[in-house]
């Protein structure tokens, strides 16, 4: 696979056209059964839509720390919740690397939130490992992202297009993904897949949202101009101007002790 910059993104941007995964983040949220109290990462927090609704559950007494890699999108998400004060903090750091060492922060959390993320990010191994370290012992993981079969259409007309598909990304199935959290030590672990159909009211606005989103590793590497031409070519072909999404969502419980082999 061709090197590329992962922090190409583009947080205002991003934060218009991104309620799709506002949405589903939005849903699972409920699954975390805040109490208010808690302190809480969200681990690929983008421009802070999601974030926003988490911050909004907490009390007093409860902390945000919203992640990324994007510097881009934390000035966004920075702005987005500015309102949230000392309830909500944000930090740039790399979720495929030691995580305590980069935030900088002397703290371990009662739950970590993710949507939209963990897809962008090739080794499940490392990433649950590295999450499974900041959670205290009961904490939980709540999270969701592209799994096995996501954007197949997308997939095939990228590929007759003569890029590759996919790129910089990893859709997980399920089997593997709870394999790989048990390995973590994650224990009471639920993880299921559904589709999300997503459909756009025209293909201008869905080959936008492709070249921001869906196919950025490929616009990057093809540069911008022949890169949204190429957006344009995938909407295009689409037999409608919808997107096939599958969601893969994980359900579980940071083990009281864990034993590394």
């Given at each position: 696979?061709?090197?590329?910059?992962e922090?190409?993104?583009?947080?205002?941007?991003?934060?218009?056209?991104?309620d799709?995964?506002?949405?589903w983040?939005?849903?699972?949220?409920?699954l975390?059964?805040?109490?208010?109290?808690?302190?809480?990462?969200?681990?690929?927090?983008?421009?802070?839509?999601?974030?926003?609704?988490?911050?909004?559950?907490?009390s007093?007494?409860?902390?945000l720390?919203g992640?990324?890699?994007?510097?881009?999108?934390?000035?966004?998400?920075?702005?987005?919740?500015?309102?949230?004060?000392?309830?909500?903090?944000?930090?740039?750091?790399?979720?495929?690397?030691?995580?305590?060492e980069?935030?900088?922060?002397?703290?371990?959390?009662?739950?970590?939130?993710?949507?939209?993320?963990?897809?962008?990010?090739?080794?499940?191994?490392?990433?649950?490992?590295?999450l499974?370290?900041?959670?205290?012992?009961?904490?939980?993981?709540?999270?969701?992202?592209g799994g096995?079969?996501?954007?197949a259409?997308?997939?095939?007309?990228?590929?007759?297009?003569?890029?590759?598909w996919p790129?910089?990304v990893?859709?997980?199935?399920?089997?593997?993904?709870?394999?790989?959290?048990?390995n973590?030590?994650?224990?009471?672990?639920?993880v299921?897949?559904?589709?999300e159909?997503?459909s756009?009211?025209n293909?201008?606005k869905?080959?936008t949202?492709?070249a921001?989103?869906?196919?950025?590793p490929q616009?990057?590497?093809?540069?911008?101009?022949k890169?949204?031409w190429?957006?344009?070519q995938v909407?295009?072909?689409?037999?409608?101007?919808?997107?096939?999404?599958?969601?893969?969502?994980a359900?579980a419980?940071?083990?009281?002790v864990?034993?590394?082999n």
């Amino acid at each position: 696979m061709d090197n590329w910059d992962e922090d190409n993104w583009d947080g205002e941007l991003y934060d218009h056209i991104s309620d799709p995964m506002a949405k589903w983040g939005g849903k699972i949220i409920d699954l975390l059964n805040l109490q208010g109290s808690e302190t809480i990462l969200d681990a690929g927090c983008g421009s802070g839509r999601v974030s926003e609704i988490l911050a909004s559950r907490l009390s007093d007494g409860g902390l945000l720390v919203g992640l990324d890699n994007s510097a881009s999108m934390l000035k966004q998400a920075r702005k987005r919740l500015e309102g949230f004060g000392n309830r909500a903090r944000f930090v740039r750091a790399d979720l495929r690397a030691n995580l305590s060492e980069q935030l900088g922060i002397d703290v371990f959390f009662d739950a970590i939130f993710s949507s939209a993320t963990f897809h962008w990010i090739l080794d499940h191994d490392k990433l649950f490992s590295n999450l499974a370290q900041l959670l205290l012992p009961g904490g939980k993981l709540v999270a969701q992202w592209g799994g096995e079969g996501n954007l197949a259409d997308v997939g095939k007309v990228v590929t007759e297009l003569g890029q590759d598909w996919p790129k910089g990304v990893y859709f997980a199935g399920v089997e593997q993904t709870k394999q790989r959290l048990n390995n973590a030590g994650f224990t009471n672990v639920q993880v299921w897949s559904h589709p999300e159909p997503t459909s756009f009211d025209n293909r201008d606005k869905l080959a936008t949202y492709l070249a921001t989103i869906v196919l950025r590793p490929q616009v990057q590497r093809l540069g911008k101009t022949k890169g949204f031409w190429f957006a344009k070519q995938v909407a295009q072909r689409l037999d409608e101007p919808l997107l096939d999404y599958v969601r893969i969502n994980a359900v579980a419980v940071k083990s009281e002790v864990h034993l590394i082999n």
